[in-house]
């Protein structure tokens, strides 16, 4: 749209050169106020992205680090709910490494949510089994209270993941996008010059609010949400348990 808005300002430019002492002036105040109020939306639709992109970074690594404790935890409660929670907590995260990649919204993505909230009940019903062995023991407290945790960071991740920019915010660029460099190449081609210059400089806008747009899609472009925490989370968690199993529920 902006490079076909940037040619057709060029044609009409040069359809209408034989006017220039009355369209020059107007013209270019225009598509100079105009590039002044695209500058301040791009850089506004960018930073909206990028906050977003940066959320969802922090998500993924508190996520992690949620599960990294309440399985270190877990691994201090009595049997046998410790060997059940302790191969929960490792389906559990390869769902959530699983969510990494799927798009928000779609079968697969409700399909692996379901699941993890499947794990989550299995998960808080055995915590509660573990406070009824040992109703007045530090270590199943302790791991209840991790527990919640994990299961509230992961709704916040899940959160993240739908959580675009307006889609308003992203056609309004555009537009404002294709109209401002339409001006600009329609003013150039009047002046008779810059013609490659404003083709450069629509093709970096296009690039820029391609940026935007991948950004804005956290699983799916060039730019995507790293899930690295996730995985050696994982890689962590396939190796023996550091903690042996207490030898009788403490009481």
């Not at 407290?141 to 992203?170: C, H, K, Q, W």
């Not at 001006?183 to 210059?197: D, H, N, S």
């Not at 950004?215 to 996730?230: E, M, S």
Request: charged share 20%.
């Amino acid at each position: 749209m902006i490079l076909g808005a940037t040619a057709l300002g060029v044609f009409l430019g040069h359809r209408v050169r034989h006017r220039s002492d009355t369209l020059k002036e107007p013209l270019g105040v225009l598509q100079g106020a105009l590039l002044g109020v695209v500058g301040l939306l791009l850089a506004f639709g960018l930073s909206l992205a990028v906050s977003r992109y940066e959320n969802r970074r922090t998500n993924i690594v508190d996520e992690a680090n949620a599960i990294g404790t309440t399985y270190l935890r877990a691994q201090t409660l009595a049997e046998p709910v410790r060997s059940r929670s302790l191969d929960l907590l490792v389906t559990y995260t390869r769902s959530a490494i699983r969510l990494s990649s799927q798009v928000p919204g779609s079968d697969e993505a409700r399909d692996t949510r379901a699941q993890e909230e499947r794990i989550e009940r299995r998960l808080w019903s055995l915590a509660g089994e573990a406070l009824d062995m040992a109703p007045t023991a530090s270590a199943p407290r302790l791991y209840v209270e991790t527990l919640n945790e994990m299961i509230d960071g992961e709704n916040a991740r899940v959160a993240a993941l739908s959580n675009r920019v307006p889609t308003a915010v992203l056609v309004l660029e555009l537009l404002a996008a294709a109209l401002a460099l339409g001006l600009l190449a329609a003013y150039l081609a009047l002046a008779g010059r810059g013609v490659l210059a404003v083709t450069l400089a629509s093709a970096l806008v296009a690039f820029l609010l391609l940026v935007t747009a991948d950004l804005d899609r956290p699983t799916r472009g060039l730019i995507t949400v790293p899930d690295t925490a996730l995985t050696n989370q994982l890689e962590s968690m396939t190796k023996p348990p550091a903690a042996a199993a207490p030898r009788s529920a403490p009481r």
